[in-house]
């Protein structure tokens, strides 16, 4: 299964986007997606995360602002990203893990949030 994430774009600061992930097979009824965030400079590091029953992981820097979602019979995921920050900026991912294990990374989208 792979994984391509999309829907980013160039933003203001308060603005809102909505990115998916769009899988190319069944994963996310066995699966926790997982968003990450690589700002330039930076490593990647995780931002919100749903587990295959439905619970739910963001960190602190987006909490109350990002919203993680999946849609299992369409094998898409989504992150609802409101009150945007420029520090929000950087290429975002979709991942699925098990155990562990993730999948091979896929194609990440930029997101700019100007101030």
């Known amino acids: 299964v792979q994984l391509q994430a999309f829907g980013g774009g160039l933003v203001q600061a308060g603005g809102s986007l909505r990115l998916s992930c769009a899988a190319s097979?069944?994963?996310?009824?066995?699966?926790?997606l997982c968003w990450y965030r690589q700002a330039p400079g930076k490593q990647r590091e995780l931002v919100a995360r749903i587990s295959n029953v439905g619970i739910v992981y963001y960190d602190d820097s987006v909490k109350g602002r990002f919203t993680i979602s999946k849609d299992v019979a369409a094998n898409t995921g989504y992150l609802q990203m409101n009150g945007l920050k420029p520090e929000d900026t950087g290429v975002y991912y979709c991942?699925?893990?098990?155990?562990?294990?993730?999948?091979?990374w896929g194609k990440g989208t930029l997101v700019t949030v100007s101030s």
């Open positions: 097979g069944s994963i996310f009824s066995t699966h926790a």
């Open positions: 991942n699925a893990v098990r155990s562990g294990n993730m999948l091979s």
